[in-house]
Structure formats: C-alpha cells, structure tokens
T-cell receptor, first 113, second 112 residues
C-alpha cells in the first residue's frame, strides 16, 4: 500500500510569492491534515479536511489556505510568502478520524529567501 | 500552542541501554500517540494509547498513561543506534477526530 506522498520535496521561493504544496493520502483515507514544523515553534496544526470539507483550522493567518479534492488529494497554498514561513510542511492522512493514528508524508521543505 | 511537554529535551545513551521519555499534557484527551522523526523527515507513528488504557506494548516499546496526572511515558528497551531520532507525543483532545497537538519532542542519541 503506497504511503502519503507529498510534492515537491524541496522548494525555494522569494518573499512575496505564493506557493502550492500537494499531498496524496493513503488510498481509502478521507482525512488529510497539514502541519508546519519550525525549530522555534515545533509542530503546529494548520488545518484538516474530511470529504472535501475543512473540519478544523489552526491559528494561522488567512494567507494559509487549503482544499481537498473528491479523490481526497489535498493542496495547501501560502500567499505573500514571508521569511518566517520557511518550514517543513507535513501532511498526514488517517481513517476513522485518527483513532488509529496518522500516517505522515516525508514533508515539503520550503525555504523563503 | 503546545499541549504537551516532553522531558528530557535531549537524551544520550549507549546501545543496549533503555531510554525513557516523559510527556505531560494539559487538557482531557481521547488518546495519546507517540511518533518518531528521523532528521528532517516525516513522522512515523509508533503507538497509540487510549484514555481508558494504562499501559501498552509494541515490540521494544512500552507506553504508560496516567490520566489523573495528565502524563505519559515511552520506554524503549535495548536501544539500538537506529533508534537515534526525535520522539514526540501528541494528543487529540477529548473529541474524536480533532487535530493532533504535539509536544516539543525529545531528541534521543544512541551511540554504539
């Protein structure tokens, strides 16, 4: 069974630009969550989607948005990039609302210069 | 904001020794999970313990949960160099399906 696939693996962007990250969950998993990991703030929840609906949202500015498609694939978008957005962005998928744990992708390392 | 705090922040041991990491959290939970992260990579799910369980085993891992003290511990027995990684506890609140809230993690270094 294929794992959670995140693309791209690495990304370098300039301040002010926008970026779109992609996540393909494990087949059959309908829940996709996104997390940001930085050395200073650790792992922080961005948002969670289930059946194309955003169910939960973390405490991030409106520049961070996401969506989920009918095949459960998800994208997150960050507009007007700031230096502080440099981070590892992790996607996780689950079945049964995470009651059996989450499977994480390898992440997208975003560097904003 | 962080829900949990792991203790210690860093741990260095020799191969064959046991490693114990502790996690404290603040609010009621549905379950508590432990994850491992090798440098710069994704998180790997290790074990999940539900709020009505007190202890759980998986291979060389033993997890305990004390909901009265809002704390959990992860014991790795007979550590190997390959266990070198960061370990995070995560809680999901008391409503199933809510977001995971992670602690800052314990960095474990196992030398041969």
């Amino acid at each position: 069974k294929a794992g959670v696939t995140q693309t791209p693996r690495y990304l370098i962007k300039t301040r002010g630009q926008q970026v779109t990250l992609s996540c393909s969950p494990i087949s059959g998993h309908r829940s996709v969550s996104w997390y940001q990991q930085t050395p200073g703030q650790g792992l922080q929840f961005l948002f969670e989607y289930f059946s194309e609906t955003q169910r939960n949202k973390g405490n991030f500015p409106g520049r961070f948005s996401g969506r989920q498609f009918s095949n459960s694939r998800s994208e997150m978008n960050v507009s007007t990039l700031e230096l502080g957005d440099s981070a590892l962005y992790l996607c996780a998928s689950s079945s049964a609302g995470g009651n059996y744990g989450y499977t994480f992708g390898s992440g997208t390392r975003l560097t904003v210069v | 904001s962080q829900q949990g705090e792991e203790d210690p922040q860093a741990l260095s041991i020799q191969e064959g020794e046991n490693a114990t990491m502790n996690c404290s959290y603040k609010t009621s939970i549905n379950n508590l999970q432990w994850y491992r992260q090798n440098s710069g990579r994704g998180l790997v799910h290790l074990i999940l313990i539900r709020s009505n369980e007190r202890e759980k085993h998986s291979g060389r891992l033993r997890v305990t949960l004390d909901t009265s003290k809002k704390s959990s511990s992860l014991l790795i027995t007979a550590s190997r160099a390959a266990d070198t990684a960061s370990y995070f506890c995560a809680t999901d609140g008391d409503k199933a399906g809510t977001a995971l809230i992670f602690g800052k993690g314990t960095t474990l270094s196992v030398s041969s």
